[in-house]
């Protein structure tokens, strides 16, 4: 498909959000675009159909019957797998937290047009598939591959370049991770928007990397250089910066809002008397959380920690609190074992890509 | 819970949609609220997880084996239903198409304060449970009851009103729909967002009469008056308008876009040549869909359509096109066997509910 002859060339406009507004197409992705509901953190397991998405084109429905993997490129060995041949493999179940990369871009001022998130792109689910290092080695890459790259049914535009969506990793990056071949999701066949009939997942990183409606992996003698690679998902700090890649996810703790809400504005209500808060803490590559703490009219306390389900999983946490009348702002962050701790405001990035900024809960308590 | 000395008094502003601009907290609803991905209406059923979402408040997490269904207030003979007993009661299974009944409110001007759907509230499921009349039969109401109200775990504010969803129908009403008491969905155990463990099904009304975590049915010698009843779900042609109530789903259609999109605006890109668009229409109460007409370079055309999968099931159509270079606006419209027909321009609802103007698709189609 020709690029040039076509009027997608992108919006890459800034928006200065100290207005507060947004603009019809943002509002056209949050409604495609689904996030988490926080009340459902108190859950190990995120509920089927809350899982957040994040959709660059369409869904393609593909007939899983028909459906084939192919391993080419670089290999020696290159060959093709359907899905009854991926799921005779060694299968493996394992409880994998992932974030959207664009998590928290509405927090950065000013504003990338794009997905327009708060905090809601996180969820935590239980994928079964195959381990997909062994079928890396099955295939032989050549002595002279330095990426594998990986490649999506789902095809579009963004920024006037036509793609299907593609990402890539090194061999070092598949063997460190748990990377998996995933056809199922909550013990049930993935649905078509979360990849079916065959997704990667790569735990500990942001969600980009886990390449959904997966048909190909090809292994490259050169950097991959696709769309999705290279000329988004890098952070930058002015629109000239080349950029580094996002890759794992940073250190982030998110608690459900206490009380009720306001239908309009989600603003919370709240009788005085002690509550407890709970929340979920999560980091990247495999690093455990170590602690979280909750700033409770003005000052920070530690909340408890429980075991982590899984070395991809979120650790749940809870504090105590004696809700006193009045209005509030509370507020929480995670440290994870590498020392790294959530900052209190927006780390800056020209595109809004993982912001990790403690979360931020308005809570009214009423008068006893 | 006091009313009275909280701040929860709500959000009553109008918006003004000619810079269409959208305030932080529609952006905080539309994260929440997620909606059908057009390109699905290629599919009899939605996905699970793609059926659109409204949720006024928190979703609540409830135990199914300790759930209760009260039958109380003006019955001569109340009674409680665990969710076993439900079970064991007659079974039906129907495909049913739910809207909601803010769709389409960002295409009215000026635009109500809450959740900014454009075209996505719209979905079908296959519920399955019980029919409502003969448990209503069972309880025996008085011969003085005018309504029969439903009452849903979620509670919260809306315009400082601090109460749990509730809304009711008359006694007419229930027997002349098929109206349900339903546990599942697609198969599977209703999901939490889907009102857990137990919901209400009104086929061919408004989302809004699907009562979710149902808990308590309530026969009433007088018009409930509760705020999701009188308060809002009504036709206002001014503020100061009392107001007719939100029934039934008015007729509707809308299409799959064609070709691929742009990934921040959504515009669609299609090379030239033969083309079959494909979509679903609906109306409301149990009338079918007689014609759907699609506008194609100007000219309004007749759509094919399918038989209906069931009596408040959309209906597939399709309509052929021989898409030329340039850019092209896409219109469909459906009429149904009462003679409504969509209109083309948003009707005026001060608070945006029910437009059905037709959808339209923007195109472009490139050089051969």
New interface residues.
């Given amino acids: ?2 690029n040039t ?4 060339l ?2 890459s406009g800034r928006i200065d959000t100290k207005d ?13 675009n ?2 988490n ?1 926080l ?2 953190l ?2 190990d397991i995120t ?5 957040y ?1 994040l ?5 393609p ?1 593909i007939d899983a019957g028909a459906h084939r993997l192919g391993f080419s490129g670089a290999f020696d060995a290159p060959f093709e797998l359907g899905l009854d041949e991926i799921k005779a493999l060694p299968q493996v179940t394992l409880p994998v937290t992932l974030e959207c990369a664009g998590n928290g871009r ?1 927090g950065i001022s000013p504003r990338a ?2 997905m ?3 905090y ?1 792109a996180v969820g935590t689910s239980e994928w079964t598939g195959t381990p997909l290092r062994p079928l890396i080695e099955r295939a032989r890459p050549r002595a002279d591959v330095v990426d594998i790259a990986f490649f999506g049914a789902d ?4 920024k006037g370049v ?1 793609h299907c969506f593609g990402r890539s990793l090194t061999l070092e990056q598949i063997a460190d991770l748990d990377v998996m071949l995933v056809h199922s999701m909550n013990g ?1 066949p993935l ?4 990849g079916a009939p065959l997704r990667l997942i790569v735990p500990g990183w942001y969600g980009m990397a886990s390449v959904k409606w997966l048909g190909r992996i090809e292994a490259l003698t050169q950097p991959f250089d696709g769309f999705q690679q290279v000329q988004t998902y890098r952070f930058r700090d002015s629109d000239t910066d080349p950029g580094r890649p996002v890759t794992t996810m940073r250190v982030k703790s998110l608690m459900v ?1 206490p009380g ?8 919370r ?1 709240l ?1 005085p008397g002690p509550v407890t808060l709970v929340g979920r803490a999560w980091s990247g590559g495999g690093v455990p959380v170590t602690r979280v703490e909750v700033e409770l009219d003005g000052v920070w306390r530690e909340a408890r920690l429980e075991q982590q389900t899984g070395r991809h999983a979120w650790t749940k946490w809870s504090c105590d609190w004696l809700a006193s009348p009045g209005d509030h702002v509370l507020r929480c962050r995670a440290t994870d074992a590498n020392g790294a701790v959530q900052p209190l405001d927006p780390p800056w990035d020209v595109a809004g890509f993982a912001n990790n900024a403690a979360q931020k809960v308005h809570v ?1 308590v ?2 006893g």
């Fill in positions: 498909m020709a002859d076509n009027p997608f992108g919006y507060g507004v947004y603009s019809q197409s943002e509002v056209g992705l949050a409604n495609r689904s996030g509901l009340e459902t108190a859950l509920p089927t159909g809350l899982h998405l959709i660059h084109f369409d869904v429905l509405s047009h794009s327009p998130w708060l809601e095809y579009g535009f963004d036509g049930q649905l078509p928007q979360h809002p009720v809400p306001d239908w309009g504005t989600r603003k209500y009788e009214f009423a008068e």
